[in-house]
């Protein structure tokens, strides 16, 4: 199943990007249409999967998580894939889960507290089934962090199983 983006949606994506809690009278203002054509459009980003979530963005560092941590994880033989994935993805410091190309098999963003917690974490890390080793690296700055994706008129395909 496919949905088209047209410059509306995008106006709309590109609104709720940039404040998540704008109310709909002010994204119809924006774009020109009644609250209620605002409304259904969003209702059909939301059920062809488009719009998947409403969140808050938090500060990590107020909240004392002071540590941010790319890990890339070596996990031999695909058999321990699916396991080392459901594991990951339950941990609550890891916050993305990637499988890449390249050294190693996965790359970890996490989150915590301190260095003690985080060599808690790697330990954890590498003691699951298949995990050959990790290399970590500590963020020492961050200039840019966003989940925000750029916004156009575009034919939208369903996701395959495997995205």
Do not use: C, W
Not at 56 to 78: E, H, N, Q, Y
């Amino acid at each position: 199943m496919s949905h088209t983006l047209d410059e509306i949606d995008a106006q709309i994506l590109a609104l709720l990007q940039e404040d998540g809690r704008i109310q709909r009278n002010a994204i119809s203002e924006e774009v020109g249409l009644s609250v209620s054509a605002v409304s259904e459009r969003m209702r059909k980003l939301e059920a062809h999967g488009i719009i998947q979530g409403y969140h808050a963005v938090l500060d990590a560092k107020r909240l004392r998580f002071d540590i941010t941590a790319f890990i890339r994880v070596g996990v031999d033989g695909s058999e321990h894939y699916p396991q080392f994935v459901d594991a990951a993805t339950a941990m609550t410091e890891v916050l993305e889960v990637h499988s890449i190309t390249g050294e190693g098999s996965h790359v970890l963003k996490i989150r915590t507290e301190n260095t003690t917690s985080l060599e808690r974490f790697l330990s954890r890390i590498q003691a699951l089934p298949g995990v050959s080793g990790t290399s970590t690296s500590i963020v020492l700055s961050t200039f840019k962090e966003t989940r925000t994706v750029p916004t156009r008129p575009i034919e939208v395909f369903a996701p395959t199983e495997e995205a």
